[in-house]
């Protein structure tokens, strides 16, 4: 089946507020740069809808969602509001479209758990929103469409999915929400002793998780080793009927979020590794502060589902895209203590594909992935 890509518009010139991490312009660089490209082909993309109250409430709490619509339409939050649901509070700021923006990557989502039903590639950049509560916002995310998107595969008939993040930050809230179900089996590398401080390796969440904590500096011989000592060993025992990727861009060397020392090579690697052991597969966004960064992985993922080769030089109109972009980090200096931020490489403009970043296979990152394989039940392998 033909690869799709599902976007919108609102994303274009949406911020969450000029002083905060997710200020800068993401889904709609991404979607430019892949349309520059030439990468999009007619009926290959589809527009994102907003999810319904009714389909949020598949996971979230009705008062919350209430909450969130009326800090939209009066742009304030009442201190209620703001202790209850952290709306406005903790890095979740009120912004024009509080309750819209994170309904229509829900929306993208679900749509996207629709389309696979029989099979098929979707990638859904505007997704990714792992840290979402039922009752409350948390890191960013004020709803979580992953766990949507597999609550609305499990209503299909589905009963065997993996849900991999690739998020420098733990996916907490999507191993929470399936703790107790079976059907659902997450497995997240993120960085050790970073918020939310969750996803240690001996975190199992029931038994249907495994989490591989990976130290600063983690690089992409490390990230092989992962793919290849863990993440292809369980879905080859788990032979799961759908897989979907949480592809947070807050992993790369140049993120200012995160330690992690990745070239957006690993993600592409390890995409097209799953690819083909997927019979479903969304592909979702997540994390990501650096606007050049986010926008080639994400773009370069998409050029491995659709089956695009990478461009030694990106043509004009792509290059002008990425030549548009400017940052400035959220917290001054003290944010940005790395001088490409302030005075971006000239390859950030010029290409789509990262010099690699090898090093050393670390012991603890060996163990780590080990651990992960070791730890799953001998009762998850080849579940139909």
């Given at each position: 089946m033909t690869p799709l890509l599902i976007g919108s518009e609102i994303y274009r010139g949406s911020t969450y507020g000029p002083k905060h991490p997710l200020a800068i312009p993401r889904v709609s660089t991404m979607l430019d740069l892949v349309r520059a490209l030439g990468w999009v082909a007619p009926g290959q993309y589809r527009d994102s809808p907003k999810a319904s109250i009714d389909d949020l409430l598949r996971f979230h709490r009705r008062d919350y969602l209430e909450a969130l619509l009326?800090?939209?339409?009066?742009?304030?939050?009442?201190?209620?509001?703001?202790?209850?649901?952290?709306i406005g509070a903790d890095g979740n700021p009120v912004f024009r479209d509080v309750f819209s923006r994170p309904a229509t990557g829900a929306g993208g989502t679900l749509l996207a758990a629709r389309l696979t039903a029989q099979g098929g590639v979707v990638h859904v950049p505007g997704g990714g929103t792992h840290h979402g509560r039922p009752d409350r916002a948390s890191g960013f995310c004020y709803l979580n469409d992953a766990v949507l998107g597999l609550l609305s595969w499990l209503n299909l008939g589905l009963n065997n999915i993996l849900y991999l993040d690739l998020d420098a930050h733990h996916g907490d809230g999507v191993q929470d929400a399936f703790h107790?179900?079976?059907?659902?089996?997450?497995?997240?590398?993120?960085?050790?002793?970073?918020?939310?401080?969750?996803?240690?390796?001996?975190?199992?969440?029931?038994?249907?998780?495994?989490?591989?904590?990976?130290?600063?500096?983690?690089?992409?011989?490390?990230?092989?080793?992962v793919l290849h000592a863990a993440i292809l060993p369980i879905i080859q025992r788990l032979c799961p009927q759908a897989i979907?990727?949480?592809?947070?861009?807050?992993?790369?060397?140049?993120?200012?979020?995160?330690?992690?020392?990745?070239?957006?090579?690993?993600?592409?690697?390890?995409?097209?590794?799953?690819?083909?052991?997927?019979?479903?597969?969304?592909?979702?966004?997540?994390?990501?502060?650096?606007?050049?960064?986010?926008?080639?992985c994400w773009a370069g993922v998409w050029g491995v589902l659709a089956g695009h080769a990478m461009p030694d030089r990106l043509p004009p109109a792509a290059e002008a895209v990425l030549r548009s972009l400017a940052f400035h980090p959220a917290g001054g200096p003290a944010a940005a203590p790395r001088a490409a931020w302030r005075d971006p490489p000239d390859h950030w403009f010029t290409t789509l594909a990262d010099a690699p970043r090898p090093g050393v296979v670390r012991a603890v990152v060996r163990r780590a992935a080990a651990a992960a394989l070791a730890g799953l039940p001998a009762d998850r392998a080849g579940v139909a």
């Open positions: 009326r800090a939209e339409q009066t742009q304030a939050v009442r201190a209620e509001d703001r202790a209850r649901f952290r107790d179900d079976a059907r659902v089996f997450t497995l997240s590398i993120h960085e050790a002793g970073r918020w939310p401080f969750t996803g240690q390796g001996e975190d199992r969440a029931g038994g249907h998780a495994a989490n591989i904590p990976v130290p600063a500096g983690f690089n992409d011989s490390e990230m092989t080793w979907m990727v949480q592809c947070g861009a807050d992993a790369l060397e140049e993120d200012p979020l995160a330690k992690l020392s990745l070239s957006n090579n690993a993600h592409r690697a390890l995409v097209a590794a799953v690819l083909p052991l997927a019979p479903r597969l969304i592909v979702l966004g997540g994390g990501g502060y650096n606007p050049w960064s986010v926008a080639r």
